[in-house]
């Protein structure tokens, strides 16, 4: 039985087809055919919360591209390159291998790529020597001959620190047309990376589509280098920037850099043709169940097939997440944390018919509010505690699962039923006869609550 979901990959998928369960295909033709038909540079924003699922969009769309536009993609997981001093050269490094796989060797717009590439590096770094030392791959070089030849170059490229200075000066009064030639050249091999043959016309209107990925787990300075550098370096006709975000965190890079009175969402947009919010369905409608539900029903069909009262603990868990608003990375360790209760609970000989809600709920405090799970751990928590959790000014009153659970954990954390409120006791009333039989070898003594329930997942970081 698995804890976690397998990750779905690009290599693993068929563009939106049997993977769609978002139902955000119809999103994706139009985010398609707006990259792939606009003439002139373009930056999109490609935006949503942590957790709902960007990444596996953005490799399903990469798919449709790629295989039902006949497109070029270039994916690029910027977190993974934030080590980097420089943000130019990374986006130059990448553009450069990609043009070396797809064209041949000998390809000249290859060379004069890498060749117009280092050409404005010099100009633009504003330390030649640092970064050039960066270059040499000390890490690879273990023995004592290759220690002693990496002294040399270093030393080498030391005495050579006035002559580098000097022509990166020279090279700054003429920064506007190094500039011009090397997005001449990006443009040159945009143009030569399709296969033009018979349908040379049709090629020549394809762009190079740069996704970026996890800009916003970037270091801050990083990752306002990227979009500077795309702005102001890349920006070429028939080149589209797909930059992949959780807005709320990169507007935190920006203040991060620039401090806090700056207005970080309008500074952002100046670096974007267009910001666009990814499809996330949280409110259930009968005819349209939400992302949340959709998800939680994935992740028990795929993990939990021999978990016992899977509908219960599917409808608890959705009702919970629905109503608090999480992402679904959440819904994730919930699940997981549900799953793995299945594994480690002790079998009992005193069995509790239906107690599946309880442990969603539990499983839920777990993950969305451990301050209040260590107090049921510790047997702390109090009525007013629960009701916090549930926030009963937002309770939809119609007799729906969070209602129910509500008046379920209200029940089992209130000492006497008659001390609860008119309201509350009108939901214990509602569920009390259907869950007395079930719920009384509790006898509301929350020691054996927390012992067969809270515990075992007490074990669990």
Same mark, same amino acid.
């Given at each position: 039985m698995r804890l976690v979901p397998e990750p779905i990959g690009y290599d693993n998928i068929n563009g939106f087809e049997g *993977? @769609?369960?978002?139902?955000r295909e119809g999103f994706g033709i139009a985010l398609a055919n707006l990259v792939t038909l606009t003439d002139g540079p373009l930056v999109v924003s490609l935006e949503a919360p942590w957790g709902e699922g960007k990444t596996t969009f953005i490799h399903q769309w990469r798919h449709h591209v790629e295989k039902k536009k006949g497109v070029r993609c270039i994916y690029f997981d910027a977190f993974r390159s934030d080590f980097h001093s420089d943000a130019f050269m990374t986006l130059a490094t990448e553009l450069y291998r990609f043009a070396a796989e797809v064209l041949p060797d000998d390809h000249s717009d290859v060379e004069e790529f890498k060749e117009g590439a280092i050409k404005l590096f010099k100009i633009l770094s504003k330390s030649v020597v640092k970064t050039a030392l960066q270059l040499v791959p000390m890490g690879e070089l273990?023995?004592? *001959? =290759? !220690?002693?030849?990496?002294?040399?170059?270093? /030393?080498?490229?030391s005495e050579a620190v006035d002559g580098l200075y000097d022509e990166a000066f020279a090279e700054q009064a003429k920064l506007d047309d190094v500039l011009v030639q090397f997005q001449d050249v990006l443009s040159a091999v945009v143009e030569n990376i399709y296969e033009k043959g018979d349908h040379q016309e049709e090629a020549s209107e394809k762009p190079l589509v740069f996704i970026i990925d +996890?800009?916003? &787990?970037?270091?801050?300075?990083?990752a306002l280098q990227l979009l500077e550098k795309i702005k102001h370096v890349f920006s070429v006709p028939k080149v589209a920037f797909v930059l992949v975000n959780n807005p709320e965190q990169l507007q935190e890079s920006v203040r991060a850099t620039?401090? /806090?009175? $700056?207005? =970080? /969402? &309008?500074?952002? %947009?100046?670096?974007?043709t267009l910001s666009m919010m990814l499809p996330i369905n949280k409110k259930y409608s009968y005819d349209q169940p939400s992302d949340i539900e959709k998800y939680v029903k994935h992740l028990f069909n795929g993990l939990g097939e021999t978990v016992p009262n899977r509908h219960e603990y599917m409808e608890a868990v959705?009702? $919970?997440?629905? %109503?608090?608003k999480q992402g679904l990375r959440e819904v994730e360790r919930i699940v997981g944390y549900v799953i793995a209760y299945q594994l480690m609970k002790p079998e009992s000989g005193r069995k509790v018919e239906n107690i599946a809600m309880i442990q969603s709920f539990v499983c839920c405090v777990k993950v969305l509010d451990p301050e209040l799970f260590m107090k049921m751990l510790n047997g702390l928590a109090t009525l007013e505690d629960v009701q916090k959790f549930f926030n009963t000014s937002n309770l939809p009153g119609d007799a729906s699962i969070i209602d129910f659970l509500y008046g379920l954990i209200s029940w089992l954390y209130t000492d006497q039923p008659d001390d609860l409120t008119a309201s +509350?006791?009108?939901v214990y009333d509602s569920y009390d006869r259907s869950m007395w039989s079930q719920? *009384?070898?509790? /006898? &509301? @003594? &929350? !020691?054996i609550f927390r012992s067969r329930v809270i515990t075992p997942l007490g074990y669990l970081q």
């Open positions: *993977t @769609d369960l978002f139902q273990a023995n004592e *001959t =290759a !220690s002693t030849l990496v002294g040399e170059v270093k /030393n080498q490229l +996890e800009l916003d &787990r970037c270091r801050p300075d990083f620039y401090g /806090n009175g $700056i207005d =970080a /969402n &309008r500074y952002l %947009h100046k670096f974007y959705s009702a $919970i997440c629905t %109503h608090k +509350e006791r009108e719920l *009384t070898s509790m /006898n &509301r @003594d &929350r !020691s």
